[in-house]
Structures are given as C-alpha cells and as structure tokens.
C-alpha cells in the first residue's frame, strides 16, 4: 500500500489526501463537502472523545443536547456573530416532499416554513436563548456545559477533515457570574486542549491570543493552540473564546446578584473538531503510512501468526494466548490476527500503513527460541525479544514511542522557528514554511499588507516567550512583543 | 417539588410531561419539535449509550459517521422507504443568508442548491450508496457497522423524548453474503436490545415481529420489542430490520462470492432513540418524581450532611470521607453534597425527585452512633445503618432496588396482561389499557378495523409464548397463533 502513497516531499497535499483515503480515515460523500468517517478514523475520534471529554468532567462540566436548528432570527440578534457566518449557512425551507405525477419526488411548495431554520454552524445563540431560562439568580451560576455535536459551515473547497461542509466538534458554553472567572474559564479550557493535545496527540501547542481579525465572530477575545505541521504550516488546533456579555445581551440573559442586582451573565465558549484528526495525521505519519501515538491508536498491538501449516497455527495460537492475556491484563489493546483469508505479508504491510504503534510477529523457530519479533512503527525498527515479562517491555516500548513523537514534533518546530527583524527576509523565507517570530505594530493595516504580500497570518500573540519590546518588522513603529506569523491549514 | 407534580392517576399525561421538565430532564425548544436535553436527561443517555456501546462492539461492530444530508434523489431510490419518510422530511434549499437593507437578514436567492439535500430521518439510503464502493467481495463481507447520530423526522405533535422533530439514536447498518446471516444479524441484535432493556433499564420487553402495515419502510421483516407503560399502554422501544437485497438492488450492491459469480449484498439495519428516556420514566417513575435503576442513574448515592454549624460540618466531612471512598473503591458513584448554599431539607427533595437510587443523610448524632441513615427510592423506605461494611451493605441495596424495579415492572405487566377470544370483551376492556393475547386472521382488514374501532393495533406478533392456532376474534377465520393488541404511544 504505501508503494501506492505519494512521497511528502514530492507533494505533500496530494500526500495527505492519499493517506486518509488509503488508510481508511475518511473519504468524501457524493454530497457536496460532506465526508465519511470510515470506521478506523472513527475509532481514533472516539479515542479523542473519550480522552477529552474525562478531562471536561474532571473540571466541572456536564453534557447536554441542544437542537440542530437555529431560526434565521437568532442568528441575526448578535451583529458580528450572523456576519461571521451567514455566508456559510444551510437553510431548511421545507418540511415535506410528495409525489409529482410527472417530475417525480419533489419538494412540497405548500410546506414551506414560515421562518427558515438554519443548520447550527455554532450554537451560541439558540443556547443563549435558552439559558434565559434557566438561569435567574447568582445560584445558578456558573453554567458549565458541553455539547458533542454535528455542525455545518457550507464551504465550497473542502479537504477532508481540514474543512468540510458538516463536522463533528465539542462546544463548550459556559455562564459565569462575572468577567473573571468568564476569563479564567476560557484560559482553563485552552490549557485542557493544550494539555490534551501534548499529552495524548503528541503534538507540541503554542498557546496564545488570536489578534482582533481573527477573532471568533461574537467574541471579546479568542485563545488559540497552533501546531506546526510537518510541512511547516500552522493548524488552528482548538480555540476558546472570551464572550463577554455579548450573549447574554443579545438574548437577555440577566441575573440576580447577591446583593439583588440584576447583571449581565458573562460567556465563554470553546471548541475542538475533527479537524483535530487532520492535525494528528500531519504531525506525526510518514511515507510508510499513518504513525498513530499509542495513546490514541484503536488497537496498540497487532500481533501476526507466521505458519505453514494448520498444525503449526494451532501450535502458535497456544503459544501467544498467554502474551495477549498479560498484555491485556496491563490494559493493552491487543488483535491477534489469525485469520487465514489473509497472508502474513499483506498483515504486515496493512498494520504497518493503517499505524498500529506495535506489531509482533511470532514464527515456528520463536517458539524453539522462546521469542518474539517485535516492530514498531514510528522508527521502523525490529527487534527479538524474549517472551519473559513482555508485557512490561511492550509497555515501555508503547511509552517510548509516545514520548519520542511528541519529541520528534517538538524538534521540528524548534528547528522550523526563525526569530527574523526585516520584512525582506521575512518575504525571502517564507515560502520555506515554519514559524517566523516578528514584531508587529498592532494594527490591522500592517496585518492585512502582510497577508496580501506574503499569505502569511499571524497565527497568535504567543503568551509565553520572549516579551521584550521591539519595532514592527513591517513598519518600523513600536511593537509590544514578537507575534508568530506562519502560513496556515 | 413533588407537590408541584400531577398525580399519575389524576392525568398520566400530564404527569410524565412535569416529570420530565421539573426533573430537568429535557425541554421544548422554540424551534418548534425540536427540545433541549438538559444534563441530567442527557447523564442518563449517555450511560446509556456507554452500555450499548459496548454490546455492540462485544458483538463485533465498529461505529462510523456519515453525512447529515441525503440528496432528494437517494431517498426516492427505494420506492417504499420514500413513500415512508416523504411526509416528514426536513429539506435544505440554500446555503447563505444575505444582508438585505430592507428585510434585514434573508436567505440568498442566489445560493439555491441544484438539487435540495434532506437531512437524514435513518440513513439507509447514503450509506448504501457508500457500501457499493466499499463491498468488491466476499472478503468485504460482513461489513459491521453503527452509527450514532441525530436523526430529523418532521412532527407537529410532539411530546419530549417520545415523538419529537430531531432526536438523537443509534442505527446500525449491516451488510451480508447470505439471507441467513443477515436475518441472524436482526434477530441477534434484537436480543441485545432486549437485555439491554431488561438488565440495564429493568424494563420487561416482549420480543415479536411486526405484522406487514407496521412494517419499517423498505424491510422484509421489522422485529421489536416491545414494553408496557404504567398506563397499560406498549412503547416499541427498540427495532431491527431483515431488509433483504432491497437496499443493494437500489444502489446497486453487489460482490463477489468466493464461486466467483456476482451476487446482490444481503442487509439488516436496527436502532433504539432517545425514546428510550420516554419508556424508562413511564417504566419506574411515580407521584414523587423520577425513578432510575441503579444501572443508568448518573449518579447512584447521594449523601447528605446535617450540621448546625461549620465546626459539625467539618466533623461531619471527616466522618464520611471514608464512606464515600469505600463506596467509590466499589465502582459506585457518589456525590458528597456538602455545599452550603442549600439546605438539607431542599436537598433530600431534590435528590428524591431526581430519582438517585439511595439517599445517606448524616448528622451529629450518627458520628456518635457510628451510623448512616440509608434511604432508598424506590421503596420510599429509611433505615439506620452502622458503617461497619457499609461500601458492601450499598452495594447489596443497589442490586436490590435493580432487581425489585424488573420484578416490580414485570409483574405489572403480567396482570395487565389478558387472554381475550372475543371481539365484544376486548372492545369493552381496551379502553382500561394492558396487553391482549388474541387470535387474529393475519389479514391486515382485520388489522385496520380493530385499529379504527378501538385505536389498539397489533403491537407484536411473538417469538415465544403459546403458539396454539385458533379463530379470529373477530372474523372467526383461522389464525396460526396469539398476538398482542394493545393501544400504543
């Protein structure tokens, strides 16, 4: 298969859209921008899921459902908000279809809805309308509440899960009794994705503020973790919103303090996609195929029968039982693949391109030798190990490959990050792709010129790091601190 | 809170409709048919979900994703699935909205879709039309796969959880070499839905096939099961579908078997909704609030301090500290509600009317007795018990109240349910609700005149049971065995 597999260098888009394809990720749908999500991009979604939601309900929140529709009005009620996302609506007009005698199924006209109903590219609005209603005194608060849900944004130029039409995400929409602990909340949840993504995805995240014309459409201020992908570009990784009262004006969301005042409720709102599935893709496979970090692979082990015969199946079937058993006893996910529709070669060849963080092969002169064939995937390496504690050897050998991910990428961005002060060598290196550290004047002018000469954006004011005062590379006036400018997904 | 609730024998109806808004289990939205999951309703769906999740995959399924939207055409590919899903699809017409200076926010004229999508009311049809680039051979096969999502099936009446616009399911889709794998495939998962609702809900369930008119739209055979309310009415809370080479012979589904020839794909699909939080409430609940099953309750032991003040607070925390991790070390889940904003009144009312399974309450005079008063919900019964063991004694009454909540239900089942030969008594006694055996000619004129004459219909016809031949009861032709009539939601 990974004959098959464009080479990275030669092209790294074509190399992406391959390999989610060919590994079985996800492919796209005949209905415009829409994707499937096959089953082994689904299992590593749900790993995310599974790893992401524990740490929300580790810090207080609950989840809930709120509905798919939002009436047109809504949308309209907060002025940035419906200008943000108009232009990428789908509307539902109609509740019916029926039979026409000479065009066949088509759209009833007499069902018509007296409001159009948008399909929720965000929720913030019809959960602002409803929390109206749940939320009267200062007991009420904090809200804390998620969604997991399906969103759609019409997009026209779609790549599958960079940017589809209909995405699946967790919203985070939170109430808050005041503008500090509303701040602190959405400082919270950007350390949890950025946690989430160094800790599970090993993924190296730079944290840091989205300046105002990339700001969520709605929100006082937008945080950010971007990530450096192999090709040098920056992906948004997650994104957690400072809201303000924006919300709670906009719907007439008050409350009771106190001291029975009647205030504003402050907001945040946060958020990951599948997206998230595209970002693992590009930080750590290669041009063998996907490498998954052992933390969020469906299956960790792959472990594959090499036999002549059915006797020596039989016989090697014995022999690893009890290394499944005690690799499952430490919480290892383990398929022992001893289906004979299949040879041996095309396991290997599947396991290694599908990236399974480990396989072990085990043959007729293993058993004489008391052994096992151990491979695993991020560096390709084999070795021969004895079958006495494999379990713990396996399990240092799963961290290992976890650990040198994260250090691999980590590494890479490190060596793509160029700390430059002229705009001429800023434009001569910038179609290298990596990180450029500059100054910048703080306004949108210099932003936009810089985007139109370059394609390059700045991707976050960067909270941590070098904070020493400079002058804009572009302008030469007074710059607070150097920004990071990068091209991006 | 439990004041505020109707009485169920007052009005049934309106007691479930209070019940599931005062226990905020779930709300109308204003988007008309369309409600809000609040998080205790959603806590209990996702246990749910977990559940079932895990008997799927035990069964050997994967989950996946596919799109929202299903263009106009797919649906009328299968000429009897459109003819049962037409009159109440949701149907996307544009895709952007536009600032008009007069109308202010209006739908783009300019960004009508060339043919509309419908969001999905069940996807057989899409993800048929992705199962013929998946399936080439007998190899492909079985192709094993669920998906959970939310589903739009357009409804003006509507009642929460039981009948709503858009809800939230799972479906499984699955794909054959042969008639008789796939019927296995309904019939297995129908028994997965069937323990799942008797050893997870504590809810007893009838196991049957559908007569022909109540047939799913595009099936061979639909099976169910099927459970009796407290009203006497039946709930079909679960489906699975026998859907022959209907859905391949549509969207042109073939492999190739292992003789090398070219053969249509054989199909089951099956689903359960969040109707299902309809049947539990109507199962177990009663004129004090909700009551939940251990099994599904977010959160199965509440405790409850009773101090005076912060110095017996602090006593009083000690003192349960390690009740609660006793209890936790057993896998059950605790909420210590020590908070001082709510009394402890307030308290014990809410936690009975939200239905968590057992109540501690502890105050001074326990720290001296070196005792817990233990309340249970479902019997309503207190007693004082020592700590010694306590995490056992809990665990014990957790099981306890499961198994009393199935016996409970069964046997209200049981003397609802009656043996009828004659059209006359069943016409006198429908009215009183409950299940009735009686013979039926197998004709759906039959059907349809029971149906209009007494709004009962034929909720199953059984797998088990007597299986003696008899007379209609009201044609007097003969009739292969017994089936269930009864009124339904």
């Given at each position: 298969?990974?004959?098959?597999?464009?080479?990275?260098?030669?092209?790294?888009?074509?190399?992406?859209?391959?390999?989610?394809?060919?590994?079985?990720?996800?492919?796209?749908?005949?209905?415009?921008?829409?994707?499937?999500?096959?089953?082994?991009?689904?299992?590593?979604?749900?790993?995310?899921?599974?790893?992401?939601?524990?740490?929300?309900?580790?810090?207080?929140?609950?989840?809930?459902?709120f509905?798919?529709?939002?009436?047109?009005?809504?949308?309209?009620?907060?002025?940035?908000?419906?200008?943000?996302?108009?232009?990428?609506?789908?509307?539902?007009?109609?509740?019916?279809?029926?039979?026409?005698?000479?065009?066949g199924?088509?759209?009833?006209?007499?069902?018509?809805?007296?409001?159009?109903?948008?399909?929720?590219?965000?929720?913030?609005t019809?959960?602002?309308?409803?929390?109206?209603?749940?939320?009267?005194?200062?007991?009420?608060?904090?809200?804390?509440?998620?969604?997991w849900?399906?969103?759609?944004?019409?997009?026209?130029?779609?790549?599958l899960?960079?940017?589809?039409?209909?995405?699946?995400?967790?919203e985070?929409?939170?109430a808050h009794?005041?503008q500090?602990?509303?701040?602190?909340?959405?400082?919270?949840?950007?350390d949890?994705?950025?946690?989430?993504?160094?800790?599970?995805?090993?993924?190296?995240?730079?944290?840091?503020?989205?300046?105002?014309?990339?700001?969520?459409?709605?929100a006082v201020?937008?945080?950010?973790?971007?990530?450096?992908?192999?090709?040098?570009?920056?992906?948004?990784a997650?994104?957690?919103?400072?809201?303000?009262?924006?919300?709670?004006?906009?719907?007439?969301?008050?409350?009771?303090?106190?001291d029975?005042?009647?205030?504003?409720?402050?907001a945040?709102?946060?958020?990951?996609?599948t997206?998230?599935?595209?970002?693992l893709i590009?930080?750590?496979?290669?041009?063998?195929?996907?490498?998954?970090?052992?933390?969020?692979?469906?299956?960790?082990?792959?472990?594959?029968?090499?036999?002549k015969?059915?006797?020596?199946?039989?016989?090697?079937?014995?022999?690893?039982?009890?290394?499944?058993?005690?690799?499952?006893?430490?919480?290892?996910?383990?398929?022992?693949?001893?289906?004979?529709?299949?040879?041996?070669?095309?396991?290997?060849?599947?396991?290694?391109?599908?990236?399974?963080?480990?396989?072990?092969?085990?043959?007729?002169?293993?058993?004489?030798?008391?052994?096992?064939?151990?491979?695993?995937?991020?560096?390709?390496?084999k070795?021969?190990?004895?079958?006495a504690?494999?379990?713990?050897?396996?399990?240092?050998?799963?961290?290992?490959?976890?650990?040198?991910?994260?250090?691999?990428?980590?590494?890479?961005?490190?060596?793509?990050?160029?700390?430059?002060?002229?705009?001429?060598e800023?434009?001569?290196?910038?179609?290298q792709?990596?990180?450029?550290?500059?100054?910048w004047?703080?306004?949108?002018?210099?932003?936009?010129?810089?985007?139109?000469?370059?394609?390059?954006?700045?991707?976050?004011?960067?909270?941590?790091?070098d904070?020493?005062p400079?002058?804009?590379?572009?302008?030469?006036?007074?710059?607070?601190?150097?920004v990071?400018?990068?091209?991006?997904?």
């Amino acid at each position: 298969m990974s004959d098959q597999l464009t080479k990275r260098d030669a092209d790294y888009a074509q190399w992406y859209n391959d390999l989610v394809l060919k590994a079985d990720m996800a492919e796209h749908s005949e209905v415009r921008g829409c994707m499937v999500i096959k089953p082994h991009g689904y299992a590593i979604w749900e790993k995310m899921q599974a790893a992401l939601d524990g740490m929300f309900k580790a810090t207080g929140h609950v989840n809930a459902y709120f509905p798919l529709f939002i009436p047109k009005s809504y949308l309209a009620k907060e002025a940035s908000h419906v200008e943000g996302f108009a232009k990428e609506c789908a509307v539902v007009t109609h509740y019916r279809l029926k039979s026409d005698p000479e065009k066949g199924i088509i759209v009833d006209p007499d069902a018509k809805l007296d409001e159009e109903l948008i399909v929720r590219p965000t929720s913030e609005t019809i959960i602002w309308n409803t929390y109206r209603g749940w939320i009267k005194s200062y007991r009420d608060l904090p809200l804390l509440i998620n969604q997991w849900a399906n969103v759609v944004r019409w997009e026209l130029r779609t790549r599958l899960f960079l940017r589809t039409a209909e995405f699946l995400w967790q919203e985070g929409h939170t109430a808050h009794a005041t503008q500090q602990e509303a701040e602190e909340e959405a400082r919270r949840m950007l350390d949890v994705y950025a946690t989430f993504a160094e800790e599970w995805m090993a993924m190296p995240v730079i944290k840091g503020v989205k300046t105002a014309s990339e700001r969520f459409a709605g929100a006082v201020d937008t945080y950010c973790i971007e990530a450096m992908m192999q090709d040098g570009k920056s992906l948004q990784a997650g994104t957690s919103h400072f809201l303000g009262q924006n919300f709670a004006k906009a719907f007439d969301v008050l409350f009771t303090t106190k001291d029975n005042k009647q205030e504003y409720v402050w907001a945040s709102s946060w958020g990951v996609s599948t997206r998230l599935m595209g970002a693992l893709i590009m930080t750590h496979s290669d041009d063998h195929g996907l490498v998954l970090p052992p933390k969020l692979a469906p299956v960790q082990v792959a472990i594959v029968p090499i036999a002549k015969n059915g006797e020596q199946l039989t016989a090697i079937d014995g022999y690893v039982k009890p290394i499944v058993d005690a690799l499952r006893a430490k919480g290892i996910t383990v398929k022992y693949d001893n289906d004979d529709k299949r040879k041996p070669g095309w396991k290997f060849a599947e396991y290694e391109f599908k990236g399974y963080p480990v396989r072990i092969a085990v043959g007729p002169r293993d058993m004489e030798n008391g052994t096992v064939e151990v491979a695993r995937r991020d560096t390709l390496e084999k070795q021969v190990m004895q079958t006495a504690d494999i379990a713990e050897k396996v399990e240092h050998l799963l961290q290992a490959i976890q650990d040198n991910l994260y250090r691999k990428a980590l590494t890479m961005r490190e060596e793509n990050t160029h700390v430059v002060d002229s705009y001429e060598e800023f434009k001569d290196r910038i179609g290298q792709g990596g990180f450029f550290m500059a100054h910048w004047d703080g306004t949108a002018e210099t932003e936009e010129r810089v985007k139109n000469e370059t394609k390059a954006t700045i991707r976050c004011i960067p909270f941590t790091g070098d904070k020493t005062p400079g002058k804009c590379m572009v302008t030469g006036n007074p710059s607070a601190q150097r920004v990071i400018f990068a091209k991006a997904y």
